[in-house]
């Protein structure tokens, strides 16, 4: 049997479809961080991963954001990608090397081990989108920062967060 990810609609609940909602706007590009809703999903991926920050799911009833399955089916190789990438540094202390890396690029062989990807990149997702959250709408320029308008500050905080030092190691 096959185990296939991002082949269905993606959809967010609670606090984090109101957060996502929040960073994303459709058609309003002065106040959007995101051109479409799907935008927000690898990014928050990255730095849910990046930060080892995770989050429950929130079912609360306020709202629901679903990325269509043709937008899914259209990044699914990207997906996939940071999938296989997160699989393979999550195993990497567990296993040696090069288990680790047949094991992200296999795919998962069993319901229980497509389950668990899934919720690992789900709640690696939803981690992203509350940093996100955090650092592009709650957070407020202030008088340390280069610019003053709020959006510009913030995602220019943001960038240097994830920037290089300037000895060529990860901040």
Same mark, same amino acid.
């Given at each position: 049997? *096959?185990?296939?990810?991002?082949?269905?609609?993606?959809?967010?609940?609670?606090? !984090?479809?109101?957060?996502?909602?929040?960073?994303? !706007?459709?058609?309003?590009?002065? !106040?959007?961080?995101?051109?479409?809703?799907?935008? @927000? @999903?690898?990014?928050?991926?990255?730095?849910?991963?990046? #930060?080892?920050?995770? %989050?429950?799911?929130?079912? *609360? &009833?306020?709202?629901?954001?679903?990325?269509?399955?043709?937008?899914? #089916?259209?990044?699914?190789?990207?997906?996939?990608? #940071?999938?296989?990438?997160?699989?393979?540094?999550?195993? %990497?202390?567990?296993? &040696?090397?090069?288990?680790?890396?047949?094991?992200?690029?296999?795919? &998962?062989?069993?319901?229980?081990?497509?389950?668990?990807?899934?919720?690992?990149?789900?709640?690696?997702?939803?981690?992203?989108?509350?940093? #996100?959250?955090?650092?592009?709408?709650?957070?407020?320029?202030?008088?340390?920062?280069?610019?003053?308008?709020?959006?510009?500050?913030?995602?220019?905080?943001?960038?240097?967060?994830?920037?290089?030092?300037?000895?060529?190691?990860?901040?």
């Amino acid at each position: 049997m *096959s185990f296939e990810f991002f082949k269905t609609e993606y959809k967010l609940y609670g606090k !984090h479809a109101r957060m996502a909602g929040e960073l994303w !706007h459709l058609n309003d590009y002065e !106040h959007t961080y995101f051109r479409r809703l799907v935008d @927000i @999903i690898p990014a928050a991926a990255v730095i849910g991963f990046r #930060l080892n920050r995770k %989050a429950e799911p929130d079912y *609360s &009833p306020v709202e629901t954001k679903t990325v269509f399955l043709q937008q899914m #089916l259209d990044a699914k190789e990207e997906f996939d990608f #940071l999938l296989q990438m997160m699989v393979m540094l999550e195993n %990497a202390e567990r296993m &040696p090397a090069e288990e680790s890396v047949q094991t992200a690029f296999r795919g &998962p062989q069993t319901k229980e081990e497509f389950k668990r990807e899934q919720e690992m990149f789900d709640a690696y997702v939803r981690g992203g989108i509350e940093q #996100l959250y955090e650092c592009l709408v709650v957070r407020k320029a202030d008088s340390d920062d280069t610019f003053y308008e709020n959006k510009t500050a913030n995602l220019m905080a943001l960038f240097e967060r994830f920037a290089p030092a300037e000895d060529g190691t990860d901040s």
